[in-house]
């Protein structure tokens, strides 16, 4: 039980439903991560006309799909408890980049896929890019260079700022509630606050490691 308290430690409100999508975006991207390199290494003709490939290529799709859900459930989630509370406006901005950069991860994917859909999409985006001036260097009708920054340029921006997000999230502890009942205040006279690192209570005993300490 000692094990699974210092194994497992985190503040009791991370019980609540909202704190899992943030874990559930990191499981689809390293899903997406793993079955793009899969796919990469085998090329169009193997996603397109192969069982297997079609299998692996659904499975990227649906990943994309899971992934943008919970970002955008855990982005707004965080937004409205104003996550970047308590010093941690460096975890918050980290992942807003990330959002910002994964929507045009996600355009290069779809102009990549090298079917009639890539082609629709390529020759609609085209002239947003064009009225912007971004069209002269990112041609969304050109496979190669919408590849490249699509499994290389791309993905490393991406997996690099989630890795800095989850070091800052870690560092500066998962992000209290707005506020807590006044009867919870006065059952814990003297506990450091709920947001407290590491000394807030674990989800597995509702006691932080200064109540255990005060008991003994």
Sequence with gaps: LEFRRVLFRSPTYVDSWIYIFGVATLAALMVIVGS?????????AWWHFTGVGHFFNSIHMWAVELFFF????????????????????????????????AVPTALTGYVSQQNFDAQWISTQAKDAMNSIGAGAFFNVTNFGQMYSWHVLLFPIAVVGLVSAHVLLVRRHGVVPPMDLPSETKAARPGAPPLGAQPGGPTAHDGLSSHDEGAKA
Excluded: E, N
């Excluded at 793009?36 to 290494?41: A, R, T, V, Y």
């Excluded at 970047?84 to 990330?98: D, E, F, Q, Y």
């Design 36 to 44: 793009g390199m899969i796919l990469s290494l085998k090329g169009p």
């Design 70 to 101: 919970t970002m955008v459930v855990h982005l707004w989630g965080k937004y409205w408890m104003s996550a970047w509370r308590g010093g941690r406006a460096r975890v918050w901005m980290t992942g807003a980049v990330t959002f910002l950069i």
